[in-house]
């Protein structure tokens, strides 16, 4: 019950694609979902993140789904672009986070 | 550039080794954080601090010891290591403890540790 599953571990597109990564839980006390980028060489960064009384949130061209109920959560990135190559992980918190393994997004140009 | 330096970058020791990863945020920020990052494994919590007071201790062996001066210094000794031991080590901040579990991480770039 502690774990989040996401998939898929690995993702390439071609530039200008969309992508979308998935996460999955199993707890019913997480109420905070973030998710971070981590480019080659660098830590961890907070790119979008969503609470539990909200369902969707956008920031420009990433947004993130909850659906509370099923337990998941999804990354949407619209309109890639080769930056956005790196490795995402998603997150689920209460009174620690619980990390996904990541995935590897390769943006094509 | 980032609010949270490691030093040093990379470190290559043996097992019976003694040396420390260093962290320091100039964030103004609360509480500091312990990371283990080991490929194709989740990221593992291993030391949270909250205003310099140890708040969780993950079951992290007794050869890793977090030393936490002040709220900006972080230290982790090592000694004593072994091979499994071999990881990505990163340090994080939040404003308070609440990164545990609810805030922003800010994360630094890693200690790069080897043993031997």
């Known amino acids: 019950g502690e774990n989040v599953e996401q998939h898929p571990s690995t993702l390439s597109v071609q530039e200008g694609d969309s992508a979308v990564i998935k996460c999955t839980y199993s707890d019913s006390a997480s109420n905070y979902f973030p998710w971070y980028k981590q480019e080659l060489g660098k830590g961890p960064q907070l790119i979008i993140d969503i609470r539990s009384n909200v369902g969707e949130k956008k920031d420009q061209r990433i947004a993130v789904t909850l659906n509370k109920t099923a337990k998941h959560f999804s990354l949407h990135i619209t309109e890639t672009q080769p930056e956005d190559s790196a490795v995402y992980f998603c997150?689920?918190?209460?009174?620690?986070?619980?990390f996904g393994k990541g995935t590897m997004l390769l943006v094509s140009p | 550039e980032t609010g949270v330096t490691q030093t040093p970058r990379h470190l290559v020791m043996g097992m019976t080794n003694k040396k420390s990863l260093k962290c320091e945020q100039h964030?103004?920020?609360?509480?500091m954080y312990w990371y283990k990052q080991s490929a194709k494994k989740p990221l593992e919590l291993m030391f949270v601090?909250?205003?310099?007071?140890?708040?969780e201790n993950n079951s992290v062996p007794s050869r890793f010891s977090p030393e936490c001066p002040n709220s900006s210094h972080l230290f982790l000794h090592l000694h004593t290591l072994q091979p499994e031991d071999s990881a990505l080590y990163l340090c994080a901040s939040s404003q308070d403890g609440s990164g545990a579990g609810t805030g922003e991480l800010f994360f630094g770039e890693g200690s790069r540790l080897t043993v031997l």
């Open positions: 601090y909250n205003f310099k007071e140890q708040t």
């Open positions: 964030l103004g920020h609360n509480a």
């Open positions: 997150a689920k918190g209460y009174s620690t986070l619980t």
